[in-house]
């Protein structure tokens, strides 16, 4: 583990966002679904491609909060543009598990 200082954590911008599209993404090296989430007025919509197909279908997605850091430069995957990064977690069989907020939370809320 390596420690970092509150200042390098306070340049990470996460934020709740509702998924408001989710499409299979075959082309894919690893199994993974394209994903549309709206972070509110100030930040709009951005895509990411997520590695979520072992808990997740796209129609169950549709509606649902997640967490994700939405400072990160664009990634390339694929043919896809990945402009954010969903966050989760491995589970005990190494699929990932989302991090999403326990209360409701709204659309663009930052992480403190």
Request: net charge negative.
């Amino acid at each position: 583990m390596v420690e970092i200082s509150y200042d390098d954590f306070a340049k990470v911008d996460i934020r709740v966002g509702e998924v408001t599209r989710a499409e299979p993404y075959p082309e894919a090296r690893k199994p993974a679904i394209k994903l549309w989430i709206d972070f509110g007025a100030e930040i709009g919509e951005k895509r990411s491609s997520a590695q979520i197909t072992v808990h997740y279908t796209p129609e169950e997605l549709v509606g649902r909060k997640v967490m994700a850091v939405v400072n990160f430069p664009p990634r390339q995957i694929g043919k896809f543009m990945s402009e954010i990064l969903v966050l989760g977690f491995h589970d005990a069989d190494d699929a990932v598990v989302l991090a999403v907020p326990d209360k409701d939370a709204p659309v663009g809320a930052k992480l403190c």
